[in-house]
């Protein structure tokens, strides 16, 4: 297997700058900040093909946070584009405490530039199943996408994740980039604009576990 260059850029427009050389690069919410789906197809509006553009142009991948808006329901998402095309866009799953958003339903996973991607969108990082599902689909890496970091919880969060499911984990959270890798270490930076080095290599265990209760007798009685 080789190894992936990912560029973060925690501070900054899509298509405001030049990117560094990479394979992925990935945008928190300033990338975008809110689209109308409405505006969208009505070309009054052409974000989400500016992601598409900028992956043609650039012939990179390119994972960007944002708000839609849709019939007045509002979300936080992901819009993923490559080679030109725009693959999807997916929405957080989970919404707290009566926040403003509206779910989304299903897992964000993605082949992008050649590597299996799964989405983390804000909350969805409190809930281990996420990262459990996309580890089973073999991914190779999962991106974490927040708006804002409220509190030193969230990199402790990908850290044991990257560790206990073997996947690892870029998060852009505000202003700040992390990679956790699945070895239990943890890399922080402030940049505007910061560049990992991951291995896209999955590696498995085989783990046996004892139980009573499966009975290879035939059942009469379905």
């Given at each position: 297997?080789?190894?992936?260059?990912?560029?973060?850029?925690?501070?900054?427009?899509?298509?405001?700058?030049?990117?560094p050389?990479?394979d992925?690069?990935?945008?928190?919410?300033?990338?975008?900040?809110?689209?109308?789906?409405?505006?969208?197809?009505?070309?009054?509006?052409?974000?989400?093909?500016?992601v598409?553009?900028?992956?043609?142009?650039?012939?990179?991948?390119?994972?960007?946070?944002?708000?839609?808006?849709?019939?007045?329901?509002?979300?936080?998402?992901?819009?993923?584009?490559?080679?030109?095309?725009?693959?999807?866009i997916?929405?957080?799953?989970?919404v707290?405490?009566?926040?403003?958003?509206?779910?989304?339903?299903?897992?964000?996973?993605?082949?992008?530039?050649?590597?299996?991607?799964?989405?983390?969108?804000?909350?969805?990082?409190?809930?281990?199943?996420?990262?459990?599902?996309?580890?089973?689909?073999?991914?190779?890496?999962?991106?974490?996408?927040?708006?804002?970091?409220?509190?030193?919880?969230?990199?402790l969060?990908?850290?044991?994740?990257?560790?206990?499911?073997?996947v690892?984990?870029?998060?852009?959270?505000?202003?700040?980039?992390?990679?956790?890798?699945?070895?239990?270490?943890?890399?922080?930076?402030?940049?505007?604009?910061?560049?990992?080095?991951?291995?896209?290599?999955?590696?498995?265990?085989?783990?046996?576990?004892?139980?009573?209760?499966?009975?290879?007798?035939?059942?009469?009685d379905?």
């Open positions: 297997m080789y190894n992936m260059v990912f560029c973060v850029v925690s501070e900054g427009e899509v298509g405001k700058s030049e990117l050389d990479c992925i690069a990935v945008y928190g919410f300033a990338g975008l900040g809110e689209v109308d789906f409405e505006k969208e197809l009505m070309g009054d509006s052409e974000k989400f093909e500016d598409a553009r900028l992956s043609k142009k650039t012939e990179r991948g390119i994972i960007c946070g944002c708000r839609t808006v849709s019939r007045g329901l509002l979300r936080k998402s992901v819009a993923v584009a490559d080679r030109g095309k725009l693959l999807g997916s929405d957080m799953n989970h707290l405490d009566g926040e403003q958003f509206k779910s989304g339903v299903g897992l964000g996973f993605y082949k992008v530039n050649g590597c299996k991607i799964g989405l983390c969108i804000e909350n969805d990082l409190l809930f281990p199943d996420t990262f459990k599902a996309l580890s089973l689909c073999g991914c190779n890496a999962v991106i974490a996408i927040l708006e804002e970091l409220k509190d030193g919880i969230p990199p969060i990908i850290r044991a994740y990257s560790y206990l499911y073997g690892p984990v870029i998060m852009c959270a505000g202003k700040t980039a992390y990679f956790a890798d699945v070895s239990g270490a943890i890399a922080t930076s402030t940049q505007g604009v910061s560049l990992f080095e991951i291995s896209t290599q999955n590696r498995y265990h085989i783990v046996t576990t004892r139980t009573r209760g499966i009975s290879s007798d035939n059942k009469t379905y």
